[in-house]
């Protein structure tokens, strides 16, 4: 089993940033990528970023390319989304994700084994 566990929201300005991190834990050995999702109130959760377990490959939503990145700290076992130039439309309780499957970085929420409980980020206008 992996634990996950996000930190970081908050509320913030349109235009400000905030940095989400996600500790991992447990069989973290098992772990081939991890995701960032959101889920704003009354719409379904959403893909947003991924990267694989060594950092070397990740792979954005289109509507957060140039203002989100997502790295890996190898020594913590945390993965983070930076997130600039917020816009109110980014409101969402953003999930962290792992995945055991190897393959191509995918955007669908059954190709991953473990969640996070969530984290709010409110963007106000």
């Known amino acids: 089993q992996v634990q996950l566990v996000e930190s970081g929201g908050g509320l913030v300005q349109a235009g400000g940033s905030l940095r989400l991190s996600c500790a991992a834990s447990?069989?973290?050995?098992?772990?081939?990528?991890m995701a960032w999702f959101r889920q704003a109130p009354g719409k379904e959760r959403e893909f947003v970023s991924a990267?694989?377990?060594?950092?070397?490959?990740?792979y954005n939503t289109d509507s957060v390319k140039g203002r989100f990145t997502v790295s890996r700290d190898n020594a913590k076992n945390t993965v983070a989304l930076q997130m600039n130039s917020l816009k109110p439309e980014d409101t969402a309780v953003y999930y962290c994700?792992?995945?055991?499957?190897?393959?191509?970085?995918?955007?669908?929420?059954?190709?991953?084994?473990?969640w996070g409980q969530g984290t709010q980020v409110t963007v106000s206008s």
């Open positions: 994700a792992a995945r055991r499957a190897s393959g191509p970085l995918e955007s669908m929420r059954y190709q991953y084994d473990y």
């Open positions: 990267i694989t377990w060594s950092g070397s490959i990740t």
């Open positions: 447990g069989r973290t050995l098992s772990i081939y990528a």
